[in-house]
T-cell receptor, first 117, second 114 residues
């Protein structure tokens, strides 16, 4: 079955540590890729997205992600986390073509990040 | 702009009751959708709409109905609530039904079915 996997369920880091959150997907065709963040008590908001071109994309708040097509991966990175990065992070995929609807997203299960001051 | 608004924020229902979760956006967005978020399962698409008068099913449509009579509103109806529908429900919208357009999410409705 098609799916989006986030293997890290809960990550705990100290401030200034580097972050990498994994995301793998199983859709075989062309996909658009997204990372969303949900801060405590807030809406989901877009961190970054990849459609085509340079596989290294930069988003808001110093986050970046690298698309590796051969590995079906879209890992999120940040060189130095801050306490304010404490949130839940979701990887999402929009498979293009086929019967999938226009802007429909398939989400991973999420990774909760706790940053300790 | 108020963005995407959802009401109510919290709701408790008894099994078999019906209710409507409201979603509205004031950004003239064509595309609207409903997701449910369950622990350990991420967000799953329930229904979506690519414009007024057009709706379609997502991954988990059973037990839910939708309609889109106006561009602004996209209500989600639970006809006969079941405990399995206990979840947090998010509405989202984008300007066009294209994944190149950023989706904006509402604040969510936390529903408990007893």
């Amino acid at each position: 079955a098609q799916s989006v996997s986030q293997h890290n369920h809960h990550v705990i880091l100290s401030e200034a540590a580097s972050l990498e959150l994994g995301c793998n997907y199983s859709y075989g065709g062309t996909v658009n890729l997204f990372w969303y963040v949900q801060y405590p008590g807030q809406h989901l908001q877009l961190l970054l997205k990849y459609f085509s071109g340079d596989p290294l994309v930069k988003g808001i708040k110093g986050f970046e992600a690298e698309f590796i097509k051969s590995k079906f991966s879209f890992n999120l990175r940040k060189p130095s986390v801050q306490w304010s990065d404490t949130a839940e992070y979701f990887c999402a995929v929009n498979p293009l073509g086929g019967q999938t609807g226009a802007n429909n997203l398939f989400f991973g299960t999420g990774t909760r990040l706790t940053v300790i001051p | 702009n108020a963005g995407v608004t959802q009401t109510p924020k919290f709701q408790v229902l008894k099994t078999g009751q019906s209710m409507t979760l409201q979603c509205a956006q004031d950004m003239n967005h064509e595309y609207m959708s409903w997701y449910r978020q369950d622990p350990g399962m991420g967000l799953r698409l329930i229904h979506y709409s690519v414009g007024a008068g057009i709706t379609d099913q997502g991954e988990v449509p059973n037990g839910y109905n939708v309609s889109r009579s106006t561009t602004e509103d996209f209500p989600l109806r639970l006809l006969s609530a079941a405990p399995s529908q206990t979840s947090v429900y998010f509405c989202a919208s984008s300007y066009r039904p294209s994944s190149t357009d950023t989706q904006y999410f509402g604040p969510g409705t936390r529903l408990t079915v007893l």
